[in-house]
């Protein structure tokens, strides 16, 4: 199956770009003569676009997705799973309460709520669907993506799965208005991974060097995994038992604290990308103990894993017969790109400008959009289901300290594995 879906294979009605992402998910629809449409969560108080990657299973039997599953997930912490995204592909079922679940068919039930959103923003079925994976992704997790979309009501003659930063890719040359041609690297940092692509060319036509490359355990989470270090250098002691309580036992009021100090956590990461202090008092320990973290301690906390994503990228530059000087501009997407230190870094160790991205966590689903448009690579094809030609990166083990990360909400054996494991 080819990558280059220009031509006589242009969609004529609605199509779907769908980024299945760890921590959130998107869905884009483009028509034509018009804008690219997100669809947005019903429940979210702020019309988000982009929905939470978290089932819960309620007591009638129904699993609600979105925000309905992150509203329910203190009252119902054991029915509750987020991040399910690093298991994709593996046999071990998730408990939610009395049921066992896949994770394939957690993920069925993201992407059939995403097309639900779809049809009710645009009451006309897809010609054409695009769905995105890590580029470390081999054949059989893109095999049981299809199947999932399947599940997910998608008929599986209209739906392809691309790699992430090839669809990153897309977005930045087309919705950048690139006219002429430059050398882009697409740096994605997302919720669990990172992926990255080297391109040549302009928003009419470009090629994609290789095999893009990428990081299975660097992320958000990985992110939010360093604050939980810096929240335990302050208070060790009010950490621990809080770790030992959610280890010992299966009360859900200690599960509902540690996914209450994971959300902590995060929040510090978000505010600290746009604020130099954020101080929070943290009420889910004992006792309660009011934190401060500055942008700076964020930034020495996450150094050493930004480093890991541009030595990649430098690999993988190295690997095209390429350096940093040979670029005209790298463009950093991802949720996680929002993080300040990231374009700094970037530019610190490249020299190169560093785009700065209005929304990017649409930025995948938006060039996957454009893919299933028929807007894609021109001059070479880049296989949408499978990398046999040109494998990627192999992924690499998990690292103990961010299997480690206090998520709560994942399966009592991972919480156990956090306990004992995890340098907080």
């Not at 470390?136 to 209209?158: F, K, N, Q, S, Y």
């Not at 060097?209 to 810096?230: E, F, K, R």
């Not at 990228?313 to 950093?332: F, K, N, Q």
């Amino acid at each position: 199956m080819s990558g280059d879906m220009s031509g006589d294979r242009q969609a004529t009605g609605p199509v779907y770009g769908i980024d299945f992402g760890t921590w959130t998910s998107a869905l884009v629809v483009l028509r034509p003569g018009h804008p690219p449409l997100p669809v947005r969560d019903p429940v979210s108080p702020y019309g988000a676009t982009s929905v939470r990657s978290a089932v819960c299973l309620l007591p009638d039997g129904s699993l609600v997705v979105g925000q309905a599953a992150q509203n329910s997930r203190l009252q119902r912490p054991e029915r509750f799973r987020a991040e399910f995204k690093r298991e994709f592909g593996e046999t071990s079922p998730h408990q939610l309460g009395e049921r066992r679940f896949t994770t394939e068919q957690l993920t069925t039930a993201v992407l059939a709520f995403l097309v639900e959103q779809a049809r009710t923003a645009v009451d006309a079925a897809p010609s054409r669907v695009v769905i995105t994976v890590p580029a470390t992704w081999e054949g059989h997790r893109r095999e049981l993506m299809l199947t999932a979309a399947g599940a997910a009501g998608l008929p599986p003659d209209i739906v392809e799965v691309h790699s992430e930063p090839v669809a990153a890719t897309v977005y930045a040359l087309h919705d950048h208005g690139m006219d002429r041609e430059r050398t882009v690297l697409v740096y994605d940092l997302g919720g669990g991974t990172f992926d990255l692509a080297v391109a040549q060319g302009n928003k009419d036509g470009f090629a994609v060097l290789g095999s893009p490359g990428g990081l299975s355990d660097v992320g958000g989470l990985a992110i939010d995994q360093a604050v939980l270090g810096l929240v335990r250098e302050r208070c060790p002691d009010a950490v621990d038992a809080l770790r030992q309580a959610a280890a010992e036992s299966d009360d859900p009021a200690a599960l509902r604290r540690a996914i209450l100090l994971a959300e902590a956590c995060t929040t510090f990461k978000q505010q600290l990308s746009v604020s130099s202090e954020h101080s929070d008092l943290l009420t889910m320990l004992d006792p309660p103990t009011e934190v401060t973290l500055t942008r700076a301690d964020l930034r020495d906390a996450v150094r050493p894993l930004l480093a890991e994503t541009v030595e990649e990228c430098e690999r993988v530059l190295r690997a095209h017969g390429l350096a940093w000087d040979d670029l005209d501009l790298i463009v950093p997407v991802g949720g996680s790109s929002r993080l300040p230190m990231v374009g700094d870094l970037l530019f610190e160790r490249s020299g190169r400008t560093v785009l700065t991205v209005s929304e990017p966590e649409l930025a995948v689903a938006t060039g996957a959009a454009w893919l299933a448009r028929g807007i894609g690579p021109t001059r070479v094809a880049t296989a949408p289901l499978s990398l046999k030609d040109s494998p990627p990166v192999p992924p690499r083990p998990l690292p103990v300290k961010v299997k480690a990360l206090l998520a709560a909400g994942l399966t009592d054996e991972m919480v156990r594995e956090a306990a004992r494991h995890a340098r907080i």
